[in-house]
């Protein structure tokens, strides 16, 4: 096993990445290496309080094939006395990174966990290791000096396409498809004229993400419906979307899909078309277009665009919401599992994150202690 430090050493791994991606199916950008190598240009840390360092193990076989890349941070917070360590996966960030998960070429999970848990035990000072993608046999590999706990499924939404979209619609339920006949009639009867725009070029991408940035803001602000946050509000989150958007966007794989009527983007959502599966990602709208439920022709216009292109799944990302569940999807469960070490600070430490990031208000003198160190321990 290997281990990388340096993003320099990163640069190295770019074909097994490549590789991985591939063995492994996932078709997700986030384990692509053009996105973790622009996380890492990009939310790295060093400061006085919080220090990040790269630690992403890399397992090969005796004739030389790569069959994991396991890529962590690993997080040192002090706050006076008090010294927190954790690792994660790479990408914990405030919800740009919506999956992350180790690549692993089948088969090879329990022995890939065992030489994983072999390096845990080189590093002094570690409090908690939390794992996205945890499977059984990941789990059967670990916990030699830490108690596992497994957590509660993330739930991923994705779409299995047909070969036409007529089929596909007949399959939706009732009430999607009087929603469906309501926003393409609403239009209709108001005169207006709509089409969708897919930017995909590089060249086209900056003035695409401009306009996103734009409608994802006016849609966060919009009250008396579901919350969506802005994820891009802070500077930080705009350079890394431009930056990793761009390197995505060099191989093919950036898609900006825009809702265009009577000549103004009304609409937009991003998506990344890895193999042959477009994940969507982000979207944003017009909010005085609010009433003819132009996110929803939206979306029903990239699933026509995808089925026509031969895209065979559509990836809705994680999280229940009805803007997902109305296309009926199936389920997909991500496992989530903490590994927590055995030694009694270890456990105090994450006890205290458990107060402060719960979904109750909490008290207690060491979640007061700890609450202004609390970036990304989820």
């Not at 006076?80 to 960030?93: H, Q, R």
């Not at 930080?236 to 191989?251: E, G, K, N, P």
């Amino acid at each position: 096993m290997a281990v990388i430090t340096t993003v320099t050493e990163l640069e190295s791994l770019r074909a097994d990445y490549e590789q991985l991606n591939r063995a492994a199916s996932l078709a997700l950008p986030f384990t692509l290496y053009e996105w973790q190598s622009a996380w890492c240009a990009h939310f790295l840390s060093a400061s006085e309080s919080i220090k990040d360092a790269i630690l992403i193990y890399v397992v090969r076989t005796e004739r030389g094939r790569c069959v994991a890349i396991v890529p962590m941070i690993h997080t040192r917070r002090s706050l006076g006395p008090i010294e927190v360590s954790t690792l994660n996966l790479l990408g914990a960030d405030e919800a740009l990174t919506e999956i992350r998960t180790p690549l692993i070429a089948p088969g090879y999970q329990a022995t890939v966990a065992r030489l994983v848990e072999r390096q845990l035990a080189l590093i002094d000072r570690w409090d908690w290791i939390q794992w996205i993608g945890a499977t059984p046999a990941l789990a059967r590999g670990l916990g030699g000096s830490a108690h596992l706990r497994w957590q509660q499924p993330m739930i991923d939404y994705v779409l299995d396409l047909p070969a036409d979209w007529e089929t596909f619609r007949r399959g939706l339920k009732r009430n999607i498809r009087e929603s469906l006949r309501h926003c393409y009639n609403s239009l209709k009867r108001d005169g207006h004229k709509f089409s969708l725009i897919t930017l995909a070029r590089p060249e086209e991408i900056a003035a695409g993400l401009d306009r996103f940035l734009t409608l994802h803001a006016m849609r966060a602000g919009l009250e008396g419906t579901t919350l969506h946050p802005d994820h891009f509000a802070a500077p930080s989150a705009q350079v890394f979307l431009r930056d990793v958007c761009a390197r995505l966007a060099a191989r093919d794989v950036t898609r900006i899909f825009q809702l265009v009527v009577d000549g103004k983007v009304v609409a937009t959502r991003i998506g990344f078309l890895v193999d042959h599966t477009l994940y969507l990602y982000y979207s944003g709208f017009d909010t005085t277009w609010a009433r003819y439920s132009v996110m929803t022709t939206t979306v029903a216009e990239i699933i026509k665009s995808a089925i026509s292109q031969g895209v065979r799944t559509i990836n809705l990302s994680p999280g229940t919401d009805v803007g997902k569940t109305r296309w009926g999807p199936r389920e997909v469960p991500i496992g989530q599992l903490v590994q927590v070490r055995r030694r009694f600070r270890s456990r105090i430490a994450r006890s205290a994150y458990e107060q402060v990031s719960g979904p109750e208000t909490r008290t207690g003198w060491i979640a007061q202690l700890l609450r202004g160190v609390r970036r990304r321990w989820s």
